[in-house]
């Protein structure tokens, strides 16, 4: 059988030139344009890369229409309900659900690498006590390349899966640091027989004066978010670590910059912004000027937590993440503010506007109200998510190290500025 190619012809010339179509496993077939500007030069134009894929992998895959999430081919439900968010760690790293013994060493390798570099203290003594908790993460993260340079060959396959253990085991570690600087507590070092969310939970709000006991409620909330948020294919940050990596830069540098991207209300900080706007809304009665406000094309407003750039569906992270809330709840009592979103989430989904732009409720919508739960302050729910969300970048940047032609991340303009012009002398300028 011939290859599958799409024709594209040059209307000013006439030219034509077929590009080979590429079957994907799942989803939609690619068209390989690497070949246009050789052939036709012409650059693609895709502001936002909604209709470009930017490598390939086979980690994640995500069928927006549907609103189906799986992780190297395992359906979210079935791993939210069966396995630990260690496990996903090593499936998401690994490519396999680890068996008995694998799980046993993983663990032992992760809880063995938590602890930070004593020096690294220092650094939160030099934030302010105010300091945004992400604004510390992005500055600490990349710090660590300062600290941990014996393992840092990237083109060693060994090095970069230390490098990978160590960034899965420290970012609780580190978040938890971040928490404490800013209530003015001593940090705390983590305890080798807890599991990995025990011991977020438990570094984050054990003091040295007394014994604490992990709540499993919360343990076992956190697990479930850290495995919805785990990865995402190539969404935002992740392109940005995959970007930064395709320059050769090292592993902890690239893992800081996929936390700064997180941090935008568009993204990661879609949970930290969710709770601020419940807050502002304040009550069901208000709700419909707000929901007004997000239809008025004139006004900037958006319902945070709603709309996805991928999913014209329910997020199945959303339905997960809702049932888990109503669990915590159960146990730490109820918010006004779930009452408030389950309206909203009621009254959009009815709403014409939200219906044709087919926007439902993402990760985001339902997160931020276990956190608050759970004793977490809404600075620290991005934190929260770039904890969980490392091994997905971690895996993405090792599945680019070990592509056969990696190449450096370069797009391309359309160029808008002045024509050539000369520089005048200083004198004539105006
Ligand atoms: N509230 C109101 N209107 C919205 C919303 C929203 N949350 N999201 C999209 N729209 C509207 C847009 O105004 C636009 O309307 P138009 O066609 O009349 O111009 C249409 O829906 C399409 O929106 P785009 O911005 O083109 O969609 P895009 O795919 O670029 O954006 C995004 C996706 C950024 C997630 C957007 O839906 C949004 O800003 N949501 C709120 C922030 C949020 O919750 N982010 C978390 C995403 S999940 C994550 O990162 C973990």
Redesign the pocket.
């Known amino acids: 059988m011939s290859e599958a190619t799409v024709t594209v012809t040059d209307n000013r010339t006439g030219k034509n030139v077929a590009l080979s179509i590429k079957d994907s496993v799942y989803g939609e077939a690619v068209v390989d344009i690497a070949g246009l500007p050789k052939e036709l030069g012409l650059f693609s134009y895709d502001p ?1 890369f ?1 209709a470009t894929a930017s490598c390939t992998s086979a980690i994640t895959f995500l069928d927006g229409p549907k609103g189906e999430l799986m992780y190297r081919g395992y359906p979210i439900e079935q791993l939210a309900g069966k396995c630990s968010y260690i496990e996903i760690c090593h499936l998401l790293l690994n490519g396999e659900l680890p068996n008995t013994e694998q799980l046993r060493k993983f663990k032992h390798t992760i809880t063995y690498h938590t602890m930070l570099n004593e020096s690294l203290r220092n650094f939160f003594n030099g934030f302010n006590y105010d300091a945004h908790p992400m604004a510390m993460m992005c500055g600490v993260v990349g710090s660590l390349a300062a600290f941990y340079h014996d393992k840092l060959d990237i083109h060693d396959a060994e090095h970069r899966m230390i490098t990978a253990h160590r960034l899965i085991a420290k970012m609780p570690t580190i978040a938890a640091a971040c928490y404490k600087h800013n209530v003015g507590q001593p940090i705390i070092y983590p305890r080798n027989d807890l599991s990995y969310c025990g011991n977020l939970v438990y570094t984050m709000f054990a003091t040295p004066c007394e014994d604490y006991e992990v709540d499993p409620v919360a343990e076992e909330a956190l697990d479930i978010l850290f495995i919805l948020h785990a990865d ?1 294919e190539q ?2 940050s992740t392109s940005t670590v995959r970007l930064a990596g395709s320059t050769g830069a090292n592993p902890y540098a690239c893992i800081a910059a996929g936390v700064a991207c997180l941090w935008g ?4 900080g ?1 949970n930290e ?2 709770l601020k706007q419940l807050a502002q809304i304040g009550s069901v009665a208000n709700i419909d000027r707000y929901v007004a406000k ?2 008025d ?1 004139n006004d900037p407003f ?8 991928v999913y014209r569906n329910f997020d199945p992270r959303a339905r997960l993440v809702k049932e888990t809330c109503h669990k915590v709840l159960a146990k730490y009592g109820n918010d006004p503010l779930m009452e408030l979103a389950m309206r909203l989430e009621d009254i959009a989904l009815k709403d014409e ?1 939200f219906i044709e ?1 087919k ?1 439902y409720p ?4 339902y997160s931020g109200i276990i956190y608050k739960a759970l004793g977490i302050p809404v600075n620290m729910f991005t934190v929260m ?1 770039a904890v969980a969300r490392t091994v997905g970048w971690i895996s993405h940047w090792m599945e680019m190290m070990t592509e056969p032609n990696q190449k450096i991340g370069r797009p391309r303009q359309s160029y808008s500025g002045p024509q050539k012009r000369d520089v005048p002398p200083l004198v004539e300028r105006k």
């Open positions: 936002g909604v995402h969404n935002a209300p568009a993204h990661g879609a912004a969710v997000a239809k094309r958006r319902l945070m937590g709603f709309g996805h750039r506007f732009r926007l993402n990760v985001d919508f998510f």
